[in-house]
């Protein structure tokens, strides 16, 4: 099968986050499966690493190289990507972000023409995609080049719709027809990833709760209706997880590599992770990680309600990452005055997340929603227990057999899960055995990648 995957950012090219790694690890996995595959992506200012290799094709377009032949393809274009950021700067969005993606969305239906590659899919990430969809079915109907050719729209948070005034639908050379409830007009403005969704043939989440639960009024934000309507060509599919990062066997970050087998190499990541961190080096006491963007949406306004009272648990907590101010200000305020229980690292640190995820005894994750999350499953990787809120990809990875989960998203569950894992932990048998189930998990690209393919088909045959 010939495959075009379109995204916006592609690991290891550019990355603001999940989406570039489903993007760089999923189209290596289908090739692994004999599958056809390329992939095309604006080139921003940062892909410039001679490590790339980057070929010029054609003056606007050039080309690297990555697995057995894969080729990325990059649409140039100086005054729309030639930034330092993907999609804004520190004031907010890109005012011209209509006018970008909408070229890179034509240019990409233009290219596979030049490059005589008609696939059998093309396979779209999120809104800065979602006009491919669109152009296909109205623009380029009348090309016999594109007469086969079906989408799947995937949606890794509905959160983000590409919205735009009214006043810039001309940009997009459509005709005024489509700017209607049955098209892309929402509330009186542009919806791109609605426009997306009504002229895919497939439409994906990277989860399949999360498949569920954008089509309800809580998730699904304003786009719960159409996606009900449409809910025959709806389906979820779990992110997959890249073994040959996550793995604490061969990881270069950690002190101590381990496994299943010789666990005792876990305790000794434990200690470096709470002498690097300035925290006590107390044995029985657990110590809970953090990974995360600090915002409302992964849990941080039950989170930091509940803190003062977490503090005076005995446990230890590392958190890492940026986010919202108000939650720098508030975390930073309960680390001064809790320094022997709360280490805080307001930063990207990827060789401390790597120490955290083998050092810590839980992984703590009480997103809001969360359509697929790699936490957990990174966490589990390394026996590192998880404790999540039962929504999105959460709740189709985490069990009580590998770790906790609290079902009403509120502090107090929050608090009373903590709780319980403290006890648990304790019973060293009861958490051997957690250990032992959660590292034994599987979230292989491998299996998610067969399920792509048989969606594939399912449009196909559309």
Same mark, same amino acid.
């Given at each position: 099968m010939r495959?075009?995957?379109?995204a916006?950012?592609?690991?290891p090219f550019a990355?603001?986050?999940?989406l570039a790694?489903?993007?760089?690890?999923?189209?290596l996995q289908?090739?692994?499966l004999?599958?056809e595959?390329?992939i095309i992506?604006?080139?921003?200012k940062?892909?410039?690493?001679?490590k790339?290799r980057?070929?010029?094709?054609?003056?606007?377009?050039?080309y690297?190289v990555i697995g057995?032949?894969l080729?990325?393809?990059?649409i140039?274009?100086?005054a729309y990507?030639?930034r330092d950021g993907?999609?804004g700067d520190?004031?907010?969005?890109?005012?011209?972000?209509?006018d970008?993606?909408?070229?890179?969305s034509?240019r990409t239906?233009d290219?596979?023409k030049?490059i005589?590659?008609?696939?059998d899919?093309i396979h779209?990430h999120?809104?800065?995609t979602?006009?491919?969809?669109?152009?296909?079915k109205?623009l380029?109907?009348?090309?016999?080049?594109?007469k086969?050719i079906?989408?799947?729209?995937?949606?890794h948070?509905?959160?983000y719709?590409?919205?735009?005034?009214?006043e810039?639908?001309?940009?997009?050379s459509l005709?005024w027809s489509?700017?209607?409830?049955?098209?892309?007009e929402f509330?009186?403005?542009?919806?791109?990833l609605?426009g997306g969704i009504?002229?895919?043939d497939?439409?994906?989440?990277v989860s399949?709760?999360?498949s569920?639960e954008?089509q309800?009024?809580e998730?699904?934000?304003?786009l719960q209706?159409?996606l009900?309507?449409?809910?025959?060509t709806?389906?979820?599919?779990?992110?997959g997880?890249?073994?040959?990062i996550?793995?604490?066997e061969?990881?270069?970050?950690?002190?101590k590599n381990?496994?299943?087998?010789?666990?005792e190499?876990?305790?000794?990541?434990?200690?470096e992770?709470?002498?690097i961190c300035?925290?006590p080096?107390?044995?029985?006491?657990?110590?809970?990680g953090?990974v995360s963007?600090l915002?409302e949406?992964?849990?941080f306004?039950?989170?930091t309600?509940a803190i003062a009272k977490i503090c005076?648990?005995n446990?230890?907590?590392?958190?890492?990452?940026?986010?919202?101010l /108000?939650y720098?200000? #508030?975390l930073?305020?309960i680390a001064?005055?809790?320094?022997? &229980?709360i280490?805080l690292?307001l !930063?990207? =640190?990827?060789?401390?997340a790597h120490?955290?995820?083998?050092?810590s005894?839980?992984f703590?994750?009480?997103?809001?929603?969360e359509?697929c999350?790699l936490?957990?499953?990174?966490?589990m990787?390394y026996g590192?227990?998880?404790?999540?809120f /039962?929504?999105g990809? #959460?709740a189709?990875?985490?069990?009580s057999?590998?770790g906790? &989960?609290?079902d009403?998203?509120? !502090?107090e =569950?929050?608090?009373?899960?903590i709780?319980k894992?403290?006890?648990?932990l304790q019973?060293?048998?009861?958490?051997l055995?957690l250990?032992?189930?959660?590292?034994?998990?599987?979230f292989?690209w491998?299996?998610?990648?067969?399920k792509?393919?048989a969606?594939?088909?399912?449009?196909?045959?559309?």
């Open positions: 495959i075009a995957i379109c916006s950012e592609v690991v990355k603001t986050g999940g790694d489903v993007a760089g690890a999923l189209p289908l090739q692994l004999d599958q595959v390329i992506m604006p080139r921003y940062a892909i410039q690493d001679p790339f980057i070929q010029r094709l054609k003056p606007d377009i050039s690297s057995k032949n080729r990325v393809y990059f140039e274009k100086d990507f030639n993907l999609y520190k004031t907010g969005d890109y005012p011209d972000n209509l970008r993606f909408s070229y890179y034509k239906l290219l596979l030049e005589n590659f008609a696939p899919i779209c999120d809104w800065q979602a006009l491919i969809p669109v152009y296909l109205t380029y109907k009348d090309n016999p080049f594109y086969n079906k989408t799947i729209l995937t949606i948070n509905i959160g719709q590409g919205l735009f005034s009214k810039e639908f001309p940009k997009l005709d489509l700017f209607n409830i049955e098209g892309l509330y009186g403005k542009i919806n791109i609605k009504e002229f895919c497939i439409i994906n989440t399949p709760t999360y569920q954008i309800t009024k998730f699904g934000f304003g209706g159409l009900n309507k449409r809910r025959e709806v389906f979820g599919i779990l992110n997880l890249d073994y040959s996550w793995n604490p061969t990881d270069k970050f950690i002190i381990y496994s299943l087998k010789n666990i190499g876990k305790y000794q990541n434990k200690e992770l709470q002498r300035q925290l080096l107390k044995k029985g006491v657990p110590v809970f953090i963007r915002a949406q992964k849990g306004d039950i989170l309600d005076k648990m446990l230890e907590l590392i958190i890492l990452g940026t986010g919202d /108000k720098h200000v #508030l930073e305020n001064k005055r809790y320094p022997k &229980v280490s690292h !930063k990207f =640190d990827n060789p401390l120490k955290i995820y083998a050092g005894d839980i703590l994750m009480p997103p809001k929603y359509p999350g936490g957990q499953m990174i966490s990787a590192t227990i998880p404790l999540v /039962k929504t990809g #959460l189709d990875t985490v069990t057999d590998n906790f &989960v609290f009403k998203y509120k !502090k =569950d929050l608090i009373k899960t709780e894992a403290i006890r648990v019973d060293k048998k009861k958490w055995e250990i032992k189930n959660a590292m034994q998990s599987n292989s491998n299996e998610s990648a067969k792509y393919l969606l594939y088909e399912k449009a196909k045959s559309q």
